[in-house]
């Protein structure tokens, strides 16, 4: 079982860091197909994709913030992350064909 934190945030990486979350992989981009059953991936995925991860038996934690409009799409510290109330939570996506 692995753990993966997707991000290319350096903000992100230092708050896990500072969180003390462990993890085997820290990368930029998932590629799905290095993801197996029992994997767990951390980060902020699209939908679909953590569609495809649940169904291959992995975990989805979700890093949950929440962003002024102001604020969205600029690199924010670890402190300010700290401030916002940034957290993993788990999710599970199940596509309906």
């Given amino acids: 079982m692995t753990t993966f ?3 290319r945030h350096t903000g992100a990486k230092q708050w896990a860091t500072e969180q003390g979350i462990e993890v085997d992989f820290l990368v930029d981009h998932l590629n799905i197909e290095d993801i197996q059953a029992g994997d767990t991936v951390l ?3 699209p939908v679909n994709l953590v569609a495809e991860l649940n169904a291959k038996g992995a975990r989805y934690f979700h ?3 929440s962003l002024s409009e102001e604020l969205r799409g600029k690199e924010i510290s ?3 992350m700290r401030e916002l109330g940034a957290k993993l ?7 309906i064909n």
């Fill in 63 to 65: 890093l949950s913030l």
């Fill in 89 to 95: 939570e788990e999710f599970a996506v199940q596509k």
């Fill in 78 to 80: 670890a402190k300010l």
């Fill in 43 to 45: 980060g902020s995925l």
């Fill in 5 to 7: 934190f997707v991000t």
